[in-house]
């Protein structure tokens, strides 16, 4: 997004009819539309190494936000466009394509305190594989400043202006979803002497997505106060607090407890930058979180770091019994037969939506796993025309 102006997208039948004096309540569908950096263009070998090129073979459509909100955000699109000339609403629909889904869901924020859509009930894009969500997780996302000593600044002032330096780098590599480069990384990381002088680290592209590479280089020059003594100390807590999770589980959720993300990690000029991200299903309770975070926050200013929190999403669960929930699930088990009401593993929309008493469910083509936020992002082609069949149903149950 950087400093681009960006703008929610708002879609009404044009005979859509309102009482007067107050807004009608709506049946709000709701899509993002931004995707997350697409990291090397190497890996997308199935898009011939350009992730904008939406490929088609095997029955799939490859390409960054393939599965990621795009192409369900046009599925609504054609499923409305043969009701727009509809009128007397019981229900009237909006179709809302929303920015910032993974900058703290800005443009979903701006909808809510503007108050420009009136929602009933909202239909959020989420990919569920043609299942039906009604629950998912919140989220904090934390960001941690940890300075160099002014011997560090001096080393690595003398390494970029030195003719001939001498360091040891590696390099890390993970996978999507289930192996971090950045764990791999500071595993590596804890077993070396902690009073040697970083020059560079980085890894991963953003908070939320789980890191495929990274880059360590180190002089072995020994410093006291180092900053590798206070990056283990603080991959060391954020272990000891991954153990206290277990205890809190949901049964409905994968996994079942909190999960933290060290999802990015870059050297600056004065400090190093790490962001974090922890997934945190309803079991966890306003004051667990908060007893969590104030104490990470002290464990790292007792090693001279900075601590805050930048952004934090309440988890949700909606009413699985309730008309609007059911409904839903009446319509789509004629496209899955099998479908029951899930949980999701992700946080979205429905998190804002429904604290200010909004029933959301949550239904996207395309699935998640090791497929959306990766090189090999797709969505098989039969889903699209089943994804217009099951909305179009759904504005004639719940809108005419």
Same mark, same amino acid.
């Given at each position: 997004m950087g400093d681009l102006e960006q703008q929610n997208l708002v879609i009404r039948p044009k005979n859509g009819t309102q009482p007067v004096g107050r807004r009608m309540e709506e049946f709000l569908f709701q899509s993002h539309l931004d995707s997350l950096d697409p990291g090397p263009f190497q890996l997308w070998k199935d898009t011939f190494q350009n992730p904008f090129e939406a490929t088609i073979k095997d029955g799939k459509i490859? @390409?960054? *936000?393939? /599965?990621?909100?795009?192409i369900d955000f046009l599925c609504k699109l054609e499923a409305l466009s043969g009701f727009m000339e509809k009128r007397n609403w019981r229900l009237p629909p909006v179709l809302v394509a929303t920015y910032g889904a993974h900058m703290g869901m800005i443009g979903a924020l701006k909808l809510?305190?503007?108050?420009?859509?009136?929602?009933?009930?909202?239909?959020i894009g989420e990919a569920t594989?043609?299942?039906?969500?009604?629950? @998912?997780? *919140?989220? /904090?996302?934390v960001e941690i400043q940890i300075p160099f000593s002014s011997h560090e600044m001096?080393?690595?002032?003398?390494?970029?202006?030195r003719e001939s330096t001498s360091t040891q780098s590696k390099i890390f590599s993970g996978t999507s979803r289930t192996e971090s480069a950045i764990r791999k990384m500071f595993d590596y990381l804890v077993q070396l002497p902690e009073n040697i002088v970083l020059m560079e680290i980085d890894g991963g592209s953003n908070a939320t997505t789980v890191a495929t590479n990274a880059f360590l280089e180190l002089d072995l020059s020994t410093t006291l106060n180092s900053s590798v003594r206070r990056l283990s100390s603080i991959y060391r807590f954020i272990k000891k607090l991954e153990i206290e999770f277990q205890a809190y589980q949901d049964p409905s959720f994968?996994?079942?407890?909190?999960?933290?993300?060290?999802g990015l990690i870059r050297t600056l000029e004065e400090h190093i930058q790490i962001m974090i991200s922890c997934k945190l299903p309803p079991v966890i309770t306003v004051d667990i979180y908060e007893d969590w975070i104030s104490r990470m926050k002290s464990h790292c200013e007792s090693v001279d770091s900075t601590f805050r929190v930048t952004d934090y999403k309440k988890p949700y669960r909606s009413d699985k019994d309730s008309p609007f929930?059911?409904?839903?699930?009446?319509?789509?088990?004629?496209?899955?037969?099998?479908?029951?009401?899930?949980?999701?593993?992700?946080?979205?929309?429905a998190s804002l939506f429904s604290r200010v008493g909004i029933n959301c469910v949550c239904f996207r083509p395309g699935r998640r796993g090791d497929n959306v936020h990766t090189p090999h992002e797709h969505l098989r082609l039969e889903d699209i025309q089943k994804s217009i069949s099951f909305y179009q149903k759904v504005i004639e149950r719940f809108c005419l």
């Open positions: 490859f @390409g960054l *936000g393939a /599965a990621d909100g795009k809510i305190r503007r108050n420009t859509v009136a929602p009933q009930v909202a239909l594989d043609l299942g039906l969500a009604i629950a @998912g997780p *919140g989220f /904090a996302l001096q080393q690595r002032h003398d390494h970029e202006n994968s996994p079942r407890y909190p999960e933290i993300n060290i929930a059911q409904g839903c699930l009446e319509i789509l088990k004629s496209v899955s037969p099998q479908c029951t009401p899930a949980s999701l593993s992700a946080t979205n929309e």
